[in-house]
């Protein structure tokens, strides 16, 4: 489930990242000395975002891809705790039916 939100917050980030160079051609000469004055904010204002928009995707992943998990695992728990019966042996007249 990491693993599906990683490749999905990626995605997202990389989409945002390729519509914003588009949008910010007008920046391109002054690219060096933004990078140079701003580049540590930049960077942390990304960190920051990918957490957050990586919260977001793993809690929409549980909360739609995760239904009644809970109570899938109840009823597992419960099995092991009683512990399967034993099937009863077939009887003799059971199999003589079956078979003829």
Do not use: C
């Not at 933004?34 to 942390?44: D, E, S």
């Amino acid at each position: 489930m990491i693993a599906n939100a990683l490749i999905l917050t990626i995605a997202i980030l990389l989409a945002l990242g390729f519509w914003l160079m588009g949008e910010l051609k007008f920046f391109i000469p002054y690219k060096a000395v933004l990078l140079h004055q701003y580049g540590t904010a930049i960077l942390a204002f990304l960190g920051v975002l990918f957490i957050n928009v990586f919260a977001i995707v793993f809690a929409v992943n549980r909360r739609f891809f995760l239904k009644d998990t809970g109570r899938k695992l109840t009823h597992l728990d419960k099995q092991l705790q009683v512990g399967q019966g034993e099937l009863p042996a077939p009887s003799i007249e059971s199999v003589d039916e079956e078979l003829g």
